[in-house]
């Protein structure tokens, strides 16, 4: 049984408050997280962007149809 402990670094230009806490919620304790980020946005909103933030980041870089 082998005990795997180590540093995670995550870095992003903006996160919500959500996101940090599930970032944190999936890391169990042998792990020791840094969370660098440019900006804390308020919140998601019901699509799950961060507001006021970016939209969909993901949908804007690939050029994916908006719904």
Known sequence: ????TGT???VCAIAAPEGIE??????NDRWNVHI????????????AYIV????DAGDRLFGEPRN
Do not use: Y
Not at 36 to 47: F, K, P, R, Y
Not at 52 to 55: E, H
């Open 36 to 47: 660098v980020t440019g900006a804390i946005d308020s919140h998601l909103n019901e699509q």
């Open 8 to 10: 995670i670094t995550v």
């Open 52 to 55: 006021p933030g970016l939209g």
């Open 22 to 27: 599930a970032v944190r919620a999936h890391i």
């Open 1 to 4: 049984n082998r005990q795997v």
